[in-house]
């Protein structure tokens, strides 16, 4: 690679608030993976959440980790049993690659794998880096018209797929998102693509919500901290018209999920994507005695396809959601504006 292998600058997490920007060894791609000269990793919410708290649930930073999931880059050098990728291809890389071979991967669900390798989840490093190495078919080759920017977004753009098809959106859906985050608003984008009539979004955060409709939310609920979720539930079905056929919420706070759970009609579906505290107390028997189907999500399996396509097609116009753009130098700016959501940051972008 010549004078590129002098720089392999890589955001390195040593614990909490110690991110550093250090110099790696660039890697050697196995026989099925191929080397990666990284172009865009987004910030997503739990690459700060490990940065501020050390910690996501049981998964706990003891080592130092290299940061980033939400990524793109240009093959550089293919492993010798690499067949669908060449040198120069670009990609969107999905960051958790399964055992393959589990009763978990067999039936197709390799999102709940037990030996996952997944970016940036303790103990394994993710891809905040200049050069990377990935199993090769866990990368998707990009058209030409597909940016890196959007090649690293069909990461969260899959965990809407993932809801989505779980809570069976489909044409005339009527559908309620709780958390107007960059998951609540793929979980919209998707919705909209996957022909949902109506999408009411809530949120605490007033600036996010105006977002929202700028792409496509049909109501908004800015949700006051007296607010009940009996009385929201009410509010939703006033605006919509009907109780939402799907509920989801992008929070995990039993605030969101006692709403979900209240507002949406009988037989109808809510999925939990946002993970909050282990324990929740939340209606249960109210929503089982309507017969309301409650469905947990787990990142995704066998969306990125469907994820690309939708990019590819315009359906889902997600680089509007990108709001700030850092080149790999001004990492911690990045990542500072992200904790804090200065400017209104929604999505930030690294440019590696």
Same mark, same amino acid.
């Given at each position: 690679m010549g004078s590129l292998a002098e720089d392999n600058l890589t955001a390195v997490l040593h614990g909490t608030n110690d991110l550093r920007m250090e110099?790696?060894?660039?890697?050697?791609?196995?026989? +099925?993976?191929?080397?990666?000269?990284?172009?865009?990793?987004?910030?997503?919410?739990?690459?700060?959440?490990?940065?501020?708290h050390g910690r996501i649930c049981h998964?706990?930073?003891?080592?130092?980790?290299?940061?980033?999931?939400?990524?793109?880059?240009?093959?550089?050098?293919?492993?010798?049993?690499?067949?669908?990728?060449?040198?120069?291809?670009? @990609?969107?890389?999905?960051?958790?690659?399964?055992? *393959?071979?589990?009763d978990d991967c067999k039936r197709g669900e390799y999102n709940l794998c037990k030996d996952v390798v997944f970016c940036a989840t303790p103990p394994?490093?993710?891809?905040?880096?200049?050069?990377?190495?990935?199993?090769?078919?866990?990368?998707y080759k990009l058209p030409d018209h597909v940016s890196f920017e959007e090649g690293s977004l069909l990461e969260p753009i899959s965990v809407g797929v993932q809801a989505c098809k779980?809570?069976?959106?489909?044409?005339?859906?009527?559908?309620?998102?709780?958390?107007?985050?960059?998951?609540?608003? @793929?979980?919209?984008?998707?919705?909209? #693509?996957?022909?949902?009539?109506?999408?009411?979004?809530?949120?605490?955060?007033?600036? *996010?919500?105006?977002?929202?409709?700028?792409?496509?939310?049909?109501?908004?609920?800015?949700?006051?901290?007296?607010?009940? #979720? +009996?009385?929201? #539930?009410?509010?939703?079905?006033?605006?919509?018209? #009907?109780?939402?056929?799907?509920?989801?919420?992008?929070?995990?706070?039993?605030s969101t999920i006692s709403l979900c759970m209240n507002a949406t009609r009988s037989g109808g579906t809510v999925c939990i994507i946002g993970h909050g505290p282990a324990e929740a107390k939340v209606p249960i028997v109210k929503a089982a005695v309507r017969e309301v189907n409650i469905k947990g999500v787990f990142r995704y399996a066998n969306c990125y396809p469907m994820a690309l396509a939708m990019v590819a097609s315009g359906k889902v116009p997600v680089k509007k959601l990108i709001t700030h753009n850092f080149t790999i130098e001004k990492t911690l700016d990045a990542f500072e504006t992200a904790k804090t959501g200065a400017g209104g940051a929604i999505k930030v972008m690294i440019h590696c």
């Open positions: 110099q790696v060894p660039i890697p050697e791609p196995e026989d +099925d993976q191929v080397l990666l000269r990284m172009a865009t990793v987004g910030i997503c919410g739990s690459d700060v959440h490990y940065w501020t998964f706990v930073v003891e080592k130092p980790m290299i940061l980033g999931h939400e990524s793109s880059g240009i093959v550089v050098r293919c492993g010798k049993k690499v067949k669908n990728l060449k040198p120069g291809d670009r @990609v969107a890389i999905e960051p958790g690659v399964p055992c *393959r071979v589990c394994h490093n993710g891809n905040l880096s200049r050069f990377y190495c990935h199993a090769a078919d866990f990368c779980r809570a069976g959106v489909t044409l005339g859906s009527r559908v309620l998102i709780t958390g107007a985050g960059p998951i609540g608003l @793929v979980n919209l984008l998707v919705a909209k #693509a996957m022909g949902a009539a109506e999408v009411i979004m809530t949120d605490v955060v007033e600036h *996010r919500l105006t977002f929202a409709k700028t792409i496509g939310a049909d109501y908004t609920i800015t949700v006051g901290k007296n607010a009940t #979720a +009996d009385d929201l #539930a009410v509010e939703v079905e006033k605006k919509l018209g #009907a109780m939402p056929d799907v509920s989801i919420d992008a929070c995990g706070q039993e």
